[in-house]
């Protein structure tokens, strides 16, 4: 304020809106940073908070459903690949699964509507890998600073990991109304579509207005 001749007393406001910015662009970097650390955390089966979080998710996505054993063919039931879902957070650690839980906890109806429509016969897709898979684009989104329209105009202060989340569930909804409406013709197409629906984020998150928030 020194620097530029700004006087306090004729612009009350500057101050106020200063602070703001730098506790907005601070923040990016240190939920950045969270977020890093999460994922670089990877799944082990030896930590009880990491299993009962995994036993969580079932239970929120199959709640009439019981799971005869830990390591299951059940598991394919909602995404997994193998008896043992652990071998699939390899990439995202256990933000991957932070994320499914959470979305799954907090949109629990749209989970379950998203989950019946990924066992789509034709259209149908692996709900679990799916949305690892958006972890890392919504992680990659935030490591290229791509997130910060959006940020900035959605809080009004410091990010949080709670905002990382929220942004997750957007792209989980988004990406499953795309699919269905890109009627691709096998899963075998998935990078391509999955790489034409990021491309679409990004383009979304370039207007200065943007707010990507999940609208059920």
């Given at each position: 304020m020194k620097e530029k001749?700004?006087?306090?007393?004729?612009?009350?406001?500057?101050?106020?809106?200063?602070?703001?910015?730098?506790?907005?662009i601070t923040g990016y970097k240190q939920l950045y940073h969270d977020v890093e650390n999460v994922r670089k955390k990877p799944y082990d089966s030896a930590n009880a908070q990491h299993e009962k979080m995994l036993l969580k998710l079932w239970s929120l996505l199959m709640p009439?459903?019981?799971?005869t054993a830990r390591i299951s063919k059940q598991w394919a039931d909602i995404g997994f690949q193998g008896d043992d879902p652990k071998t699939d957070f390899r990439g995202m650690g256990i933000l991957g699964l932070?994320?499914?839980?959470?979305?799954?906890e907090n949109y629990t109806s749209e989970a379950h509507q998203i989950l019946s429509r990924s066992n789509h016969p034709k259209l149908g897709y692996s709900y679990a890998?799916?949305?690892?898979?958006?972890?890392?684009?919504?992680?990659?989104?935030?490591?290229?600073?791509?997130?910060?329209?959006?940020?900035?105009?959605?809080?009004?202060?410091v990010p949080t990991m709670?905002?990382?989340?929220?942004?997750?569930?957007?792209?989980?909804?988004?990406?499953?109304?795309?699919?269905?409406?890109?009627?691709?013709?096998?899963?075998?197409?998935?990078?391509?579509?999955?790489e034409k629906f990021h491309e679409r984020i990004k383009g979304l998150l370039m207007d200065c207005n943007a707010v990507l928030t999940l609208k059920t």
């Open positions: 001749n700004i006087c306090s007393e004729k612009d009350t406001s500057f101050q106020i809106c200063m602070r703001t910015c730098l506790l907005q009439t459903k019981k799971l932070i994320n499914l839980v959470y979305f799954s890998i799916v949305g690892i898979n958006l972890t890392e684009m919504a992680y990659s989104l935030l490591k290229s600073e791509a997130l910060k329209l959006h940020l900035y105009n959605f809080v009004p202060g709670e905002h990382f989340h929220q942004f997750y569930c957007y792209l989980v909804y988004e990406f499953d109304k795309f699919w269905l409406e890109e009627e691709p013709e096998s899963i075998m197409y998935f990078n391509l579509y999955r």
